[in-house]
């Protein structure tokens, strides 16, 4: 298991510059100039020239290499100037305090700056509250363009690893696997009309487990599933504990929840108090970016979990085998899959937390099931979702009476086809969303809102 890791300096004077610059005359807490200068990790620098309070400098040490650069999740807006195509797609050096995290193009590359003394590639911004998650490419086709990442090498900071086996190597990865992620507090005066993280802060003591299990199914697909373990975890004790079953989405892998900030939101939560000891497993739906695994089979997938994971946990880590302390949840199409296990395992269950899930066709809904009305339903959204954005079916219909897909020419719907179906059927649901697009820092946000109010209530 490897857990991300950061440093936290205040700078005490000015001189911490904008990507391509130079510390002049600072001096940092705990630091000389000269040492925060030959630190070769990603670092969190409080500092007063920030528009948000903090400055982060990314940095990874590579002699060898002809060009590193950093792509990340950081693209703002105003809310005035938000909507689902529209957005300022300001740079973090643009930010102003109330921004949200929204942009209508990919998330921004950036070339970092090579110290040739100590071999250590350098990009620092400003950034608000919050989880961030990044990654390098490094090298690189001769005279590609920033976005032309021909040649180069996808890679996971080595100096803020993420949670991944420890035999991957963290240089032939893909998508979710290469994300690295750091954390940035909450400054309460360059911050106060900002949506708060405070959830998502590293924990000192109290901290729970991961680890990471493979198992074989009957059909002979091999997988992997990561799990959390509550601090004080005990097998023995009397009571069993709840268990949820939480789903990535696509392009993900069974530790991505884990990299971007699940692990210290369960940790904060669960010492404070606001939701009950539980273990967490996150299967791996795709096994991305092999072409083996469940690649989405979503009845393979849930006799996965309901014949082998569930058992397996119940019987080696006390975890609870009534299905009222059981609950199922995933992002986008590990939001389809839980729209899946709401139909057909309904009895497997209590809790169903669906976020920014795609109404998909082998979903195949059975909303007149009358167990549904016992179970607790929350859906998830972002106002800027491009699944929450997508024309009902219902909205269209060709000259035949079959429906039309508005959007993207994909066959699949928007979210709201389940919350239609479901409340036609007379079956409850909550849901919340938040001025966010389909992006981690929307489901970090629904995920401490279903901690504090949904599961286990």
């Known amino acids: 298991m490897k857990r991300t890791t950061t440093i936290l300096a205040t700078m005490t004077a000015m001189g911490m ?6 510390a002049m005359a600072a001096t940092y807490e705990g ?64 930010w102003q305090d109330g921004y949200t995290v929204w942009k209508t193009d990919n998330w921004p590359t950036a070339e970092m700056e090579k110290d040739e003394e100590t071999g250590v590639w350098s990009y620092t911004i400003p950034l608000p509250t919050g989880t961030w998650a990044y990654r390098y490419y490094v090298d690189g086709a001769a005279g590609a363009e920033l976005t032309d990442y021909t040649d180069a090498k996808m890679v996971a900071d080595p100096a803020n690893v993420n949670y991944l086996a420890e035999d991957e190597d963290l240089e032939n990865l893909g998508g979710e696997q290469a994300l690295t992620a750091v954390y940035v507090p909450y400054d309460e005066e360059k911050q106060a009309a900002t949506i708060r993280h405070d959830e998502e802060a590293p924990r000192d003591g109290e901290n729970g487990t991961v680890l990471f299990e493979t198992a074989t199914t009957e059909s002979g697909i091999h997988t992997s599933y990561g799990i ?8 023995a004790r009397e009571e069993a504990y709840p268990i949820l079953v939480l789903f990535h989405g696509g392009g993900g892998y069974d530790g991505s929840w884990m990299t971007n900030g699940l692990v210290n939101i369960l940790d904060n939560m669960i010492a404070e108090g606001r939701m009950e000891p539980t273990i967490v497993v996150t299967p791996n739906g795709s096994d991305f970016p092999s072409d083996a695994g ?59 937390i669906l976020f920014s899930p795609p109404f998909t066709g082998d979903v195949e809904p059975d909303y007149e099931n009358p167990a549904l009305k016992e179970k607790n339903i929350f859906f998830g959204y972002g106002d800027y979702d491009f699944v929450a954005t997508r024309s009902l079916y219902k909205q269209a219909m060709d000259a035949d009476g079959n429906p039309v897909q508005l959007y993207d020419n994909k066959n699949e719907g928007a979210c709201w086809e389940y919350m239609y179906g479901l409340n036609e059927a007379g079956v409850s649901y909550r849901s919340m969303n938040y001025p ?19 599961l286990w209530k």
């Open 294 to 352: 469940f690649r989405w089979n979503r009845p393979e997938i849930l006799a996965f979990i309901t014949d082998t994971v569930l058992p397996h946990m119940t019987a080696d880590y006390n975890a609870s085998a009534d299905p009222a302390r059981r609950a199922f949840a995933g992002l986008s199409m590990g939001g389809a899959t839980t729209g899946y296990a709401m139909f057909h395992n309904t009895d497997d269950f209590d809790t169903f």
């Open 31 to 94: 630091y000389t100039e000269e040492e925060f200068a030959a630190l070769e990790q990603t670092t969190v620098v409080k500092s007063e020239d920030s528009p948000t309070g903090y400055y982060v400098t990314f940095r990874y040490k590579d002699p060898d290499a002809s060009r590193v650069r950093i792509y990340g999740e950081w693209r703002f807006s105003d809310i005035e100037s938000a909507s689902y195509f529209t957005s300022q797609n300001a740079a973090p050096e643009e």
């Open 17 to 22: 510059l904008l990507a391509g610059s130079s």
């Open 436 to 454: 966010y697009g389909h992006d981690w820092v929307l489901w970090r946000k629904l995920i401490v809102d279903v901690f504090d109010n949904i």
């Open 228 to 235: 959390y373990l509550p601090n004080g975890f005990d097998a």
